[in-house]
């Protein structure tokens, strides 16, 4: 969302915020649903799932794995998938698997382990990653430092969806209440913080 519809969506009632919530998820699960592939990712990787036809072997496939491209496809035919990679990765880390000759599971390392991806390919529609939660489960195994990235990125989104501050306005307000203790003298009344 641009700052304009983070400004409108943050002025609607809950009851409105969560049916546009609602409809966007809609839209979106039918969008990913639609592409030639699956995708699931970590804040480390991206795993891809293109299905191909039953009883093909890995030397009938034509797999191109580059820092910003993939190709996904079966030999002298139109690739499944092909386009820019909407993130670099580390292709020495990146892998494929065929599995049960019905499908291709492509596996990318993040060359950036602190961002979600929008989508795989550049020219693909887009998911919302504010509303991305890793499980609970995988957020012990982060170092500190990563780990509490990820909660305060985790508690501002919770944040915003209720309308409340998020942690570094919360910080400025209580910068501003000690600077008003400290400083009677002046009026803040009419003060706007920004």
């Known amino acids: 969302m641009t700052d304009t519809a983070d400004t409108e969506y943050e002025n609607l009632s809950k009851e409105e915020r969560e049916a546009r919530d609602k409809a966007d998820r809609a ?36 797999i191109t794995i580059e820092k910003k491209k993939l190709s996904i496809g079966l030999k ?14 580390k292709v020495e880390d990146s892998t494929w698997t065929l599995q049960d ?19 795989v390919l550049t020219h ?23 780990r509490g990235l990820v909660e305060k990125m985790m508690f501002d ?6 309308g409340k501050p998020t942690s570094d306005e919360l910080k400025k307000m209580e910068a501003l209440k000690k600077f008003q203790a400290a400083h009677p003298e002046l009026d803040f009344s009419q003060a706007k913080i920004s």
């Open 27 to 62: 839209r979106e699960v039918a969008e990913q649903a639609a592409l030639p592939y699956s995708w699931t990712q970590e804040l480390g990787d991206v795993d891809v799932t293109v299905t191909v036809p039953r009883g093909t072997r890995a030397r009938d496939l034509a």
């Open 76 to 89: 002298s035919k139109e690739p499944i998938m092909a386009g820019e990679l909407c993130k670099e990765i």
């Open 101 to 119: 000759g019905q499908s291709v599971l492509v596996h990318l390392e993040k060359a950036n382990k602190m961002t979600w991806w929008e989508n």
């Open 124 to 146: 693909h529609p887009k998911i919302d990653t504010r509303k991305i939660e890793p499980p609970n489960g995988k957020l012990s195994d982060l170092d500190g430092e990563t």
């Open 157 to 162: 989104s919770q944040q915003r969806q209720m």
